[in-house]
């Protein structure tokens, strides 16, 4: 698994820093487009051989050093009966988590392992595909995450129901029906041949910093504690977006491998006050691969410097973005990206 300490060793001697990228196999890349004509989202997330088709594009094309499953993280909620839908484009739920009524009429269409197969089965499929030294990562939406979609419907706005939700009852009340389900989830990833899982938590940093701490944290270690037990030796990735250092370090959570960070946070700072604990992935702007060249290539040296200035340097860092690549991102500034993070990035 060359994000963690078997890294790659380059020509000269030198260990190369890995990098990946959230949403590499996405809207951006000719390869999905291609794929995308014949096929809707929802198909090619359930199809194993298409997931794993789309999963490889950008291995093939671009050599980042982690695969990470074709998939969604809104699964879970199709799964407790809430009628997820991709057919208007964003995806939409028939049912949301309005009262305490609603969260009672919820139940799982049918056996979580059973569900999930399709994921368990693209990831075997992209095991043997893969380069021996590249890591395969599946991923689900953190607790949070997911109880903020299912309330709002969408991750927009300022979540006030979802935050109402959290003193009314549906908090609680949802998460004893969506922890097992989820748990299943990452163990059917885990025996598909996930090296890592991944949750993201991309509502998270809407809350104050006290609900997130005495609220969502002992839900969040609940679950990596779970599956820890049953698979101690895959690596856990958490990511979050808009948390700042206080509560990163908050989390405090010896189960979790790799901390994802956006790019709000001082990365020489994160890896100063959090890397004797963690890996620290992240922080390039996505915007950022909009630039022409140059400008890119400025942004990537001061990314590097970022690091480099830190006391604890590249040997905890994963290179990435601070999210998900974006629609209509340059696909040749994807390329030069990596190219340069693996001919420059070594220590």
Known sequence: MGLFNDR????????????????????????????????DFMSMCKTPKLAHDITMGPIEEFHFDAAILFSDLLFPLEQLNMGLSYHSGPPTLEVKLSNLEAINRLNTIEDSKTFYQFQNTALSLLKPSLPKDTTLLGFVGAPFTLYSYACEGAHKGNLIDSKKGLFDGRFNK?????????????????????DAICLFDTAVGELPFQEFNEII????????????????DCKIVYYSKLTHLDYLEAIDEPKIDVLGIDW??????????????????????????????NELEKQLAGLWNKVTKSKIGPEKWICGLGHGVLPLTPQENVKMAVKYIHEHFNY
């Open 217 to 232: 944290l002992p839900v969040l270690k609940k679950l990596i504690q779970s599956f820890k037990k049953i698979h101690p």
């Open 174 to 194: 949802f998460i004893e029906l969506l922890i097992p389900n989820l748990l299943e989830n990452m163990i059917v990833q885990r025996e598909g041949g996930a």
């Open 264 to 293: 709000r946070v001082n990365l020489t700072e994160a890896l100063d006050r959090l890397g004797d604990q963690y890996y620290i992935q992240g922080n390039l702007d996505p915007s950022y691969l909009h630039l022409p060249w």
């Open 8 to 39: 790659k060793i380059n020509n000269t001697g030198k260990t190369t820093v890995p990098v990946w990228f959230m949403r590499q196999a996405g809207r951006y890349h000719n390869h999905y487009q291609n794929i995308k004509k014949d096929s």
